[in-house]
T-cell receptor, first 112, second 117 residues
């Protein structure tokens, strides 16, 4: 079974731009979660989607948004990029609440 | 609210010696506990989890972890470390408080393990 895939793997943007990151979960997984990883703040939960509905949201500004499609693929969008948004963005998928989350390789976003 | 603490930023161990990475947690309900490992420029790789049952959990690559409810700890262990075990290790918790939906994991700050030949 193919693992979680994320595209693109690397992105360079400038302040004020917006960006869209994509995540394809493991086949059959309906839960997709997003996390931000930075050296200063560590791993922080962004949001989680299940069957196209957002179930949980972390403490991030409204510039961070996401959605999930009927095939469970998910996208996250960051508008009006700031330097502090530079991070590794990780997507994880799982079958259900109590199941293990499996992570993709991440998208490394650099904001200049 | 749920939280995880990994008190050591870095653990150094000689190859062949036992390896222990510490983790303590705080939840309101019952905890689901996980260990992940991250190699440079990679995502997180699942090692093992505790949901219920035996307090000693065995996982991938010879790793195991011991759940201790009274001490709210979930330390990761490996009897004989390899140089290839050098990586960043994360402990995570999911609070299974009744009525809480969703799949949010809260991670510790990570512990860098360096295994020297």
């Amino acid at each position: 079974k193919a693992g979680v895939t994320q595209t693109p793997r690397y992105l360079i943007k400038t302040r004020g731009q917006q960006v869209t990151l994509s995540c394809s979960p493991i086949s059959g997984h309906r839960s997709v979660s997003w996390y931000q990883q930075t050296p200063g703040q560590g791993l922080q939960f962004l949001f989680e989607y299940f069957s196209e509905t957002q179930r949980n949201k972390g403490n991030f500004p409204g510039r961070f948004s996401g959605r999930q499609f009927s095939n469970s693929r998910s996208e996250m969008n960051v508008s009006t990029l700031e330097l502090g948004d530079s991070a590794l963005y990780l997507c994880a998928s799982s079958l259900s609440d109590s199941e293990t989350q499996y992570f993709g390789p991440g998208t490394r976003l650099t904001v200049l | 609210a749920q939280s995880v603490a990994q008190p050591e930023d870095q653990v150094n161990v000689a190859e062949g010696n036992p390896l222990t990475v510490k983790c303590t947690y705080s939840v309101s309900g019952n905890p689901y506990l996980f260990w992940y490992v991250q190699y440079p420029n990679r995502g997180l790789q699942f090692l093992l989890k505790y949901i219920t049952g035996d307090n000693l959990v065995k996982g991938s690559y010879g790793f195991e972890a011991e759940f201790n409810k009274s001490q709210t700890s979930f330390h990761l262990k490996k009897p004989s470390a390899l140089v290839s075990d050098s990586a960043l290790y994360f402990c995570a918790v999911r609070d299974m408080l009744r009525g809480a939906a969703g799949n949010k994991l809260t991670f510790g700050g990570g512990t860098r393990v360096l295994v020297k030949p």
